[in-house]
């Protein structure tokens, strides 16, 4: 809803979806919206390994939440981390700790 110049609400539709592209994309963001939440870029570090820790979604199993944080670790430090030694530790509140070992 936006406001009018004579006071009036009116309802604004926009068609914002161009092509194919832009709208795999708003589902793709839409999509990311509803995974675990977790910060690739917000990590603890011993020297010999990397931790994140991530929120799952309700049903949603670690293994799930194992393979988005890997896969958002190897889209900043590249492929090669894929063969590091990754594990991950469920706690009873809920949170899964992922780590990535050097």
């Given at each position: 809803?936006?406001?009018?110049?004579?006071?009036?609400?009116?309802r604004?539709?926009?068609?914002?979806?161009t092509?194919?592209?832009?709208?795999?994309r708003?589902?793709?963001?839409?999509?990311?919206?509803?995974?675990?939440?977790?910060?690739?870029?917000?990590h603890?570090?011993?020297?010999?390994?990397?931790e994140?820790?991530?929120?799952?979604?309700?049903?949603?199993?670690?293994?799930?939440v194992?393979?988005?944080?890997?896969?958002?670790?190897?889209?900043?430090?590249?492929?090669?981390?894929?063969?590091?030694?990754?594990?991950?530790?469920?706690?009873?509140?809920?949170?899964?700790?992922?780590?990535m070992?050097?």
């Open positions: 809803m936006i406001q009018a110049s004579d006071g009036r609400q009116q604004v539709t926009e068609n914002r979806f092509d194919a592209a832009s709208m795999r708003h589902w793709k963001s839409t999509e990311e919206k509803y995974m675990a939440q977790f910060d690739i870029d917000s603890l570090s011993n020297g010999k390994r990397l994140w820790l991530a929120l799952p979604d309700a049903g949603e199993r670690a293994d799930d194992l393979s988005k944080v890997k896969q958002a670790a190897i889209d900043k430090f590249g492929g090669v981390v894929f063969f590091n030694r990754w594990e991950r530790v469920v706690a009873s509140n809920g949170y899964i700790t992922v780590r070992y050097a």
